[in-house]
């Protein structure tokens, strides 16, 4: 079917666009995907939904611990639908700990990592301005009805619809956050790296998109509420920068609010670059290795064990 679609522009006027050039437009497209999705099923729960009368009033989300899974699972359908959008050119890391993981441990060129991480960082800006401009209306009429401290008119609350912060009981403190993103992130590049190792129990049919986006959505039910689960630097910081410049000030940047969290910018961003690593060597560690080693000694599956099935058993 894809070989019958001619070109919407002619090859020879973008032939850049076969190497990083469209690697990099890849990036940047399936990041966009996963912020207008992600970003836009907070704003539905916290602003829009409240703002709309389909809640019990115009500033109440969340009544509920089941009310997490909105978010939870939007997101990682978000995560999915990026993935099958962008997979097939740059292998839709759509994540700057996915991107250096992957440069760590599994020959990712390191050449490629700082485009990678520009076209992230950017396609998640450009996905938090398109989520401003269709949810506006309903985060500034929700922002003018909570009551409580406000930064430029604008609440944490409403920030949350585009970047993350510390819950409460940190008590500003700097490791719990930290630990948190690290944890969360490891899990991340762990689940991605066994769904995707075709030595492994590998997902076939086209479905590993859809199944790392449970594994995002599983991250959120288990690791969620400590700080809001970014798990990916260009998810925080693309958001982040452009709440900045629309008028959440300090809540973006350097992240501070009185009494509660400061300068908390850069643990979503350290914490998940360190913890991607982690989850890659982890994964190796106790896993890779041992297939490896039984790929070279082409040890045959004990009875019961799955086992990849061949062209022969389909």
Same mark, same amino acid.
């Given at each position: ?19 990083? !050039? #469209? ?6 497209? #399936?990041?966009? @995907?996963?912020?207008? $999705? ?23 989300? $969340?009544?509920?611990?089941?009310? !997490? ?32 993981? $992957? ?6 060129? +390191? ?5 990678? +991480? ?34 430029? #008119?604008?609440?944490?609350?409403? $920030? ?14 700097? +490791? ?34 859809? @199944? ?31 709440? !900045? ?19 908390? +910018? ?49």
């Amino acid at each position: 079917m894809a070989v019958e679609i001619p070109p919407l522009v002619k090859p020879s006027r973008f032939r850049r666009r076969a190497g990083l !050039w #469209g690697e990099c437009l890849s990036e940047f497209l #399936g990041t966009f @995907v996963l912020i207008s $999705f992600g970003c836009g099923v907070v704003a539905m729960a916290v602003a829009a939904l409240p703002g709309s009368g389909r809640t019990s009033g115009p500033t109440t989300f $969340f009544l509920g611990a089941g009310d !997490w899974l909105l978010i939870t699972w939007g997101w990682g359908l978000a995560v999915a639908f990026a993935i099958y959008v962008a997979g097939g050119v740059s292998g839709a890391h759509i994540n700057p700990a996915v991107t250096l993981a $992957f440069a760590v441990r599994r020959k990712f060129p +390191w050449g490629k990592v700082l485009p990678y +991480w520009v076209s992230q960082v950017a396609g998640a800006l450009a996905g938090a301005a398109l989520v401003l401009a269709v949810y506006h209306d309903a985060i500034d009429t929700f922002d003018a009805a909570m009551e409580g401290p406000k930064t430029g #008119g604008h609440t944490l609350a409403s $920030f949350s619809i585009f970047a993350t912060f510390p819950a409460p009981y940190f008590h500003g403190g700097i +490791w719990g956050p930290l630990i948190d993103q690290i944890v969360g992130t490891a899990f991340l590049v762990m689940f991605v790296v066994a769904v995707i190792d075709l030595r492994n129990t590998a997902v076939k049919a086209n479905l590993g998109p859809l @199944v790392i986006g449970f594994v995002v959505a599983a991250i959120g039910m288990s690791y969620g509420a400590n700080a809001g689960y970014a798990i990916n630097p260009a998810r925080d910081f693309g958001p982040r920068l452009l709440t !900045w410049m629309a008028g959440w000030k300090d809540l973006a940047f350097p992240g501070s609010l009185s009494g509660a969290f400061s300068a908390y +910018w850069w643990i979503p961003i350290v914490g998940p670059l360190v913890g991607g690593v982690i989850g890659v060597l982890v994964y190796d560690l106790f896993i890779g290795d041992v297939l490896h080693i039984r790929v070279q000694k082409a040890i045959p599956p004990e009875p019961g064990r799955t086992r990849p099935t061949t062209s022969d058993e389909e």
